[in-house]
């Protein structure tokens, strides 16, 4: 029979570290990211909330970034915690550089969590209209429905994002 095995104990240095490191992917500091990535950092590490390397790069909108992270291999499918991508996120805050950048390294257009809800939805929701284009090109679903029956559209609409519903109108 095996024994668990506990899990070390990291030192404050370290977590000091690794806090530094989420906070260069978050602000976008490639200059320091690189030599750790050169030298094995691991490009999918998470902190505390699942949030990747690549899914805070993705959400604050540095597709240098991104584009690297994708580089030393880091998953573009690979969501937080509450079930996020960093497509999502990247769409949500409208970053269309950071959508294509991780369409254009397969991450699936349609993916979703639990709760349903697409980059589409999330582009819709904010009125991001340039990224719905995209990803409208990309082939993704307008008229897929979320967990509670909704499509982007009816998000657009309850969130008051009127030129995401006028796009979605026109689309049918």
Do not use: I
Not at 6 to 33: I, N, S, Y
Not at 65 to 90: I, K, M, Q
Request: aromatic share 4%; no cysteine.
């Amino acid at each position: 029979m095996d024994t668990p095995t506990a899990k070390p104990e990291l030192d404050e240095d370290t977590l000091r570290m690794a806090r530094q490191v989420f906070q260069w992917a978050r602000t976008g500091e490639l200059v320091l990211l690189q030599p750790l990535l050169d030298r094995g950092l691991p490009p999918d590490l998470r902190n505390e909330s699942g949030d990747s390397l690549l899914m805070l790069a993705s959400y604050h909108g540095h597709a240098d970034v991104v584009r690297v992270l994708l580089r030393a291999g880091a998953d573009a499918e690979l969501a937080n915690d509450r079930g996020h991508s960093p497509l999502s996120g990247a769409a949500f805050k409208g970053s269309t550089e950071v959508v294509r950048a991780l369409l254009d390294a397969g991450a699936r257009v349609d993916a979703h969590g639990e709760d349903g809800r697409t980059a589409l939805m999330m582009a819709a929701m904010f009125d991001r209209v340039e990224v719905m284009q995209l990803l409208a090109e990309r082939g993704a679903d307008v008229a897929h429905r979320d967990a509670q029956g909704l499509n982007a559209r009816e998000m657009a609409q309850r969130m008051g994002a009127e030129d995401a519903v006028q796009w979605l109108r026109e689309r049918g």
